[in-house]
């Protein structure tokens, strides 16, 4: 079996020349590289992610080069995907999901000269910044909108796994729906997946039959979407405005775009000022944004924007104190008046009202 | 025209060693075609995607690392396939793997560390997988419950106890609640200064050989042989199918387990929700790729790398889609065992003529 | 009544495309053959039915085409397997790898696109009868195809010359090849069949389950397909048992989530899986159904 070895290393040789003349050139652009978790076409968070990438392909004619990488799984795959980036001249990459937190921080180590973002992590360095999406401020306006809409006072709620950003998008719904109606109920379903759309579906027809009248979901595919529009009711978006598949039933959608931030990050990298920081940006920022408002009355329309506003300006946090939690503690008020970016990145409880049991 | 299979007196020697090349060259010259319809250049082309990750010290031992957990299951998983015992849940093996020797490290963590600590990680890994790969074998030997469909149905078990663990009570508490557990203060030590080789790649080598000769020079090799092969033949000579059954599981989920816990506790450093990209899937195409031989599983996992690290590098440099990665894989790993019956029949063209049902060349 | 009708009808739409690809991949095991790469035939076909279906504005288009990618993928592991006499185990598992890549490219120009037409529903009318109506009625054609499959396929395997004549190349090739059986023709029939119902199982999904594309959007049902074929021991009426077992239990555990009883999700996540081990163990001790074919996987060359 030596036998294929040997001929592999006679083709090293005898391709190594020809690559040298095809790969080198000078490069006078930034190149930028993304890591994704998923597939771009998942139509959700991975998708999301490269339509900033294209974004700063469209903000920066001629002066940017980027190269994606996706599919790539947490772990050591991610660790050498980054550091093959780095190493072919990428001067800026940003790595999109939590679990390349720790192969980031290891390739950053031996690269000084690169600028690593990592998005949903909380470790940084001084060539790895962090950054996020304020979601939970979309999801508290949500809440109220279906606090306004249901009819049967119950909502739905498919969730995919329970960590701390899904965990805090389910608190910020219910305090937004206890706002405008403080019985409101709430019945959350976990698909144990970000990525099966027949599960969500099935989810969904299961919230409807138990008498939700307005879904929400913490998954990224249209099917709950598609379901709620097939059976009438109304449903809110997630990571894209999904209104094609629930022309009837999307009353509005929380857009992910990370378009603003990343042509942000790209000039300060184009004109040197780059610095190592934590961006955890909202609708102030453009990283969230609510798609139209649509299927509802006007007062409703009205209420939305209101609190849009409020959530923009500062004028109102979706996690005000006090926050109690579902055994009737009051949750410390790390941040003044409400709870800090800490608490809500790593939240861990479901707070009053909810009649559900988190899952550990 | 057309080609017709005559199957040889005896097996090929020449083919043995010379089919894995023609695959090869069918592989770039279909890759070739490929690019160049891509627009890409051909050349460099097929230089980033299989001949780069060979050209320096580091990008081998990356190499080794990716090949390390394939190698491992695919070893094991060869042992039951030659005695017919259908384990097709090496990735479930391989889970419970990792979660039993996280348990160890965990334990130990902050308060013991040192080698005897790997050790007892490593053994505990190989226990969880032989636990986890004895259930389908009991209840094949004792209920007749296939373990085509057992063995897969404890994947998916396996993954939401793992799951389970790490979104509860082995979460980092330090960690912001996310699901991963602490950083283990006992790892499988990396062997070089520069580069992610670690012991788990020399560990994987013992293996292959150790199987090696288990097979081809021991007779517990000789019955798994003929329990899958002449199931009669075996019976008369005294050798328990039941006991093969339960021998191969023992073997095969002890080694994903090996493999599971190596991979989190070397290259990972601390259990998380994904453990694995499919390692125990892509294992039994390795072993089948390296025709049931550890030898051979040796190579198939190398070569299995070299496309999955091809693939990132044909991302990064020719911006070619993921997708374009998977059909080309997919096309090597057909041409491979295309070639592979080359041993076993010659082709031959025959000038016209047609008889009942030698469809081939047709598509 | 409202809620388990609700029930059942959910049921019957979450088994209905493990159906269909189990069913089309037991006759191909029935044969003697093996084929793993029930996944990435059903990717084939719900990329390329949903494609034809956007395209064309036709979802009996779609699933017409759904059926052929699969068995056009099909046919390329008759190539392999029966024509080169590659292993099968192997070939099938590359047959996903290669589907998977080949329906992400076919279908990245589709992602995020809606298709507007639905399924007609070829009962009509009838679904609003009273009680039972809407529960036998309502459902869209590959819902009655899933059923007329099985029928089809039971009476075929017991009742037809041909169906015994595969099912005796599949238990003994060298015995059915002696008495002058095209054993590799049969077994090529019977391994397009597996990948048309693969394919249409794929464009269930695509077209009616959740009509959109997105990549990998089988998420490993083509596995539970190939389970669901050794939970039945090889007979078509007890496929149809494991596919409303898995789906039931699927849907039953999604419905309790509902009602918030606090049972940790990921073991509920794992009852479908279970209660299948359970039930398989259970029906292997009281012994009644037929085992695997004997030549199941079996490579076969006719020696002349």
Sequence with gaps: MSLKNLTFAAMTAAFVGIAGAGVAEAQDKLKVGFVYVGPVGDFGWSYQHDQGRKAVEAAFPGKVETTFVENVPEGPDAERVIETLAKSGHKLIFTTSFGFMEPTLKVAKRYPNVMFEHATGYKRDKNVATYSGRFYEGRYIIGQIAAKMSKSGTVGYIASFPIPEVVSGINAFMLGAQSVKPDMKIKVIWVSSWFDPGKEADAAKALISQGADVLSQHTDSPAAMQEAEKAGVKAFGQSSDMVKFGPKAQLTSIVDDWGPYYIKRVKAALDGTWKSEDFWGGLKDGDVVMAPYANMPDDVKAMAKATEDKLRSGAMHAFTCPVVDQAGKTIECKGGKNLDDGQVLGMNFYVKGIDDKLPQ | MRLVLEKRQEASDLMAYASPLIAVAITFAFSAIVFAAMGKPVGASLFTYFIEPLTDLNSLQELAVKATPLVLIAVGLSLCYISNNWNIGAEGQYVMGAVFGSGVALAAQGTMSGPHVLAAMLAAGILGGMLWGALPALLKVRFGASEILTSLMLVYVAEKVLDYLVRGPWRDPKGYNFPQSVAFDTTVPVLFESGRLHLGSVIALGVVIAAFVLVGRTLKGFELQVVGQAPRAARFAGFSPARATLFVFAVSGGLAGLAGIIEVAGPIGQLQPSISPGYGFTAIIVAFLGRLNPIGCLIAGLLLALTYIGGENAQIVLKLPLDLTKVIQGFLLFAVLACDSLILYRPRLIAGGSHGGTAHGAH | ?304
């Design chain 3, 1 to 304: 009544m409202g809620l388990i009708e609700a029930i059942l009808i959910t049921v019957i739409t979450a088994s209905t495309p493990l159906l269909i690809a189990a069913i089309g991949e037991l006759v191909t095991e029935r044969s003697g053959v093996l084929n793993l790469g029930v996944e990435g035939m059903m990717l084939m076909g719900a990329v390329t039915g949903f494609v034809t279906g956007y395209s064309t504005g036709s979802v009996v288009l779609g699933a017409i085409a759904g059926i052929v990618a699969g068995m056009a993928m099909a046919a390329l592991f008759a190539f392999l397997v029966l024509g080169i006499v590659v292993n099968q185990v192997a070939s099938g598992l590359a047959l996903t790898i290669l589907g998977i890549g080949l329906s992400g490219l076919i279908g990245a120009n589709y992602t995020g696109l809606r298709l507007e037409q639905k399924p007609p529903a070829i009962f009509g009318a009838l679904a609003d009868l009273p009680y039972a109506g809407k529960l036998l009625f309502s459902h869209d054609f590959f819902v009655y195809a899933a059923f007329a499959l099985v029928i089809l396929v039971a009476w075929f395997l017991t009742r037809t010359r041909a169906g015994l004549t595969l099912r005796a190349v599949g238990e003994s090739h060298t015995s059915a090849h002696a008495l002058g059986v095209p054993v590799r023709r049969l077994r090529l029939y019977a391994i397009l069949f597996g990948g048309a119902c693969a394919g249409l199982a794929g464009a269930h999904l695509s077209l009616a389950y959740t009509p959109f594309w997105v990549t990998g959007m089988t998420a490993g049902r083509g596995w539970i397909a190939l389970a669901i074929v050794v939970f039945a021991s090889w007979l078509p009426w007890r496929a149809m048992a494991g596919a409303y077992l898995f789906g039931g239990v699927t849907i039953a555990q999604l419905q309790v989530q509902g009602f918030g009883l606090g049972i940790p999700s990921q073991l509920m996540s794992s009852l479908p899986y279970l209660a299948t081990i359970v039930v398989l163990v259970i029906i292997s001790r009281t012994r009644t159904g037929s085992s695997a074919p004997a030549h199941l996987g079996v490579p076969f060359w006719p020696d002349r």
